[in-house]
């Protein structure tokens, strides 16, 4: 892509138009947001941008749109797909000053905030009102909410609540030209046309950029139950989850780790955890609600459900201070992960009863290609995050064989019924994969809908659509 590189006469124009003290071009900045939390990858931006209204946005991408300079937004830098990095250069467009949590509606049950909030300080704040925002990623202590809302994030409580995209009512966006629009309405019910507010949820940056959001809320649970099974097989793990339900209930989570995972949490973060020799994964299950009585019915029939499926051990969290550290366990997992070797995490989802066929195929093909994997994740909605770790590879193979069996990966989850991503998104490091699952037909639509929205291909480009040969 052509793009126009950045004079001393275009920053000048940005800085008049939004204010110098928003515009950084030091070393320490550029280098601050070249990266986020995929893998290696750096990119520098030729100008990091800190924008503190959607008038400041909009002016600022007037000028980008006309000059042909290219803007990547950027959330909390959480992110694992590399939606987030400058691939082009041009400009890095920060929403860390959009912090505001602008109304709490107790009546109505929702909220307006702006994208710069932290998602864990947004649920902490409704949960003070005795209200619950359930959208919680495990980097929810730093990610923000604008973030979430570009990648359609989920988390643990998807497989009850359900994702995002059950949450977001309504949103302000600012496009690619300038304008400034309300994508939808404040209401739980919309049949008034294209619904504009679900195409922007998991767009990642690229149609436009969010600046405030109206949430949906629900009334806060007030008793959980937190249980931990055991199993000598992954297989036997992975079957028992689509037995859950099939029995009648629903957990509000249902976690899967395999036992290397919790070997470096434990020895990473510091956990004190008794895993036994023998046990080989977990599922980790939590049932909320306001009666205690139906909490533990629902407990029983899973109990009786994990024995049919071989469970060796079924753990009750006896304290809250027990049941935050199981669930500590698996949120610093993937932190791990990563300090324990060179690695790359794909974000596979699959229909759940398919989760036995797609951990032993992710096994089968580590070994044909020389890695081994860690899996775990969001049992319960059959999202399984895999971390792909270098162990015995070759540099040479890790850098030019990987990529071939993080191919076949995707082709397993594809014939298994799933698709690429749960809730990470394809961002820049997954798009190369994006038609094996979907045909020449699908991509050119979204490339069409893309055209529609920003027909300079100014915002984030290079991410989602896979490049032309």
Not at 153 to 179: F, H
Request: with cysteine.
């Amino acid at each position: 892509m052509n793009f126009t590189k950045i004079n001393a006469e275009i920053l000048t124009e940005i800085k008049q138009a939004i204010g110098a003290e928003k515009v950084f071009t030091d070393a320490e900045s550029l280098d601050n947001y070249s990266h986020d939390e995929t893998e290696d990858l750096r990119y520098q931006p030729e100008v990091v941008v800190k924008p503190a209204t959607a008038a400041d946005i909009s002016a600022l991408l007037k000028i980008c749109n006309e000059k042909n300079i290219p803007v990547t937004p950027r959330g909390g830098g959480t992110g694992l797909s590399g939606a987030a990095l400058p691939i082009y250069g041009g400009v890095s467009l920060s929403m860390e000053k959009f912090k505001a949590i602008i109304d709490i509606d107790t009546e109505n049950l929702q909220a307006t905030v702006e994208p710069g909030v932290i998602t864990e300080e947004f649920i902490n704040a409704v949960a003070e009102k005795g209200l619950l925002y359930p959208v919680d990623p495990s980097s929810k202590g730093s990610c923000f909410i604008g973030g979430n809302v570009a990648h359609g994030s989920g988390g643990p409580r998807v497989v009850k609540y359900g994702t995002i995209r059950e949450y977001i009512l309504n949103l302000e966006v600012v496009l690619p030209n300038g304008d400034i629009i309300w994508t939808g309405a404040n209401t739980l019910k919309y049949a008034s046309g294209y619904n504009l507010t679900q195409l922007m949820i998991g767009s990642e940056g690229t149609l436009g950029v969010v600046t405030k959001i109206v949430t949906k809320l629900l009334p806060k649970p007030s008793q959980s139950v937190l249980m931990m099974g055991s199993f000598a097989t992954n297989e036997d793990a992975c079957a028992a989850v689509s037995a859950i339900f099939r029995a009648g209930v629903t957990p509000s989570a249902l976690e899967f780790m395999e036992r290397k995972g919790v070997e470096w949490v434990i020895k990473f973060d510091d956990i004190k955890f008794d895993l036994k020799d023998d046990v080989a994964a977990l599922l980790m299950i939590e049932f909320d609600g306001d009666d205690l009585d139906d909490i533990f019915k629902n407990c029983e029939k899973t109990n009786i459900v994990l024995e049919e499926h071989n469970c060796s051990e079924v753990l009750f969290a006896d304290s809250a201070q027990q049941k935050e550290e199981l669930w500590r366990m698996r949120r610093t997992m993937a932190e791990s992960v990563k300090s324990n070797s060179v690695y790359k995490e794909e974000d596979t989802v699959v229909p759940r009863a398919a989760l036995p066929k797609l951990v032993n195929g992710i096994k089968e093909i580590g070994a044909k290609y020389g890695f081994e994997s860690v899996c775990y994740g969001h049992a319960g909605d059959g999202n399984l995050h895999v971390n792909i770790i270098k162990a015995g590879m070759s540099d040479e193979d890790w850098t030019n064989k990987l990529k071939f069996g993080i191919k076949e990966i995707f082709e397993l989850t594809t014939a298994l019924g799933g698709t690429l991503s749960g809730e990470h998104g394809i961002g820049l490091v997954q798009k190369e994969f994006m038609p094996i699952k979907y045909s020449e037909i699908h991509l050119s639509l979204m490339r069409g809908i893309k055209q529609v929205f920003d027909p300079n291909g100014i915002l984030n480009p290079g991410k989602i659509m896979p490049d032309k040969l």
